[in-house]
């Protein structure tokens, strides 16, 4: 649990991106220094990297984000900062991803927790006897 000025949350998201191309760019010293930049852009933001394994062509980090952000906000950064920061010092990719774009338009992100769907909705039936205060997606309808 990771705590706010007010609040108290536990947010963490399984994030997916792809090279340009599908290049098998990300080896060696691009590697090294990728992970580098991916630490110290997360710890700047108040992310944790929780896992990750980078491929010669993708990328797959278990974050924990901040209340504060939005996934495509964290997204955006990343990949942003990541491809900027890897062109300015490798110029052999500079020459592959001409326009400034080393990642593929867009990513895969999937929420991650230790609690069901059924527990958080057992849990929240069960905090009032009054049935009538309960919201269901069956009941709106």
């Known amino acids: 649990m990771r705590r706010g000025a ?15 191309y599908r290049r098998k760019i990300l080896r060696g010293k691009i590697v ?5 930049l991916l630490m110290q852009g997360c710890t700047a933001k ?19 984000i901040p209340a504060s ?4 906000q964290v997204m955006q950064y990343i990949k942003g900062r990541s491809s900027k920061k890897l062109q300015e010092e490798f110029p052999s990719l500079r020459k592959q991803f001409w326009g400034q774009h080393m990642w593929a338009t867009g990513y895969f992100c999937r929420s991650v927790g230790k609690v069901t769907q059924d527990m958080i909705e057992e849990y929240i039936e069960n905090q ?6 309960i919201f269901r997606q069956d009941s709106m309808l």
């Open 46 to 64: 108040g992310i944790t990297i929780v896992r990750g394994n980078i491929q010669p062509e993708h990328v797959h980090l278990l974050l924990s």
């Open 69 to 72: 952000l939005s996934v495509s």
């Open 32 to 36: 090294n220094r990728l992970k580098i």
């Open 6 to 20: 007010h609040t108290q949350y536990d947010l963490e998201v399984h994030v997916v991106w792809i090279t340009k």
């Open 128 to 133: 009032n006897d009054n049935v009538d205060d």
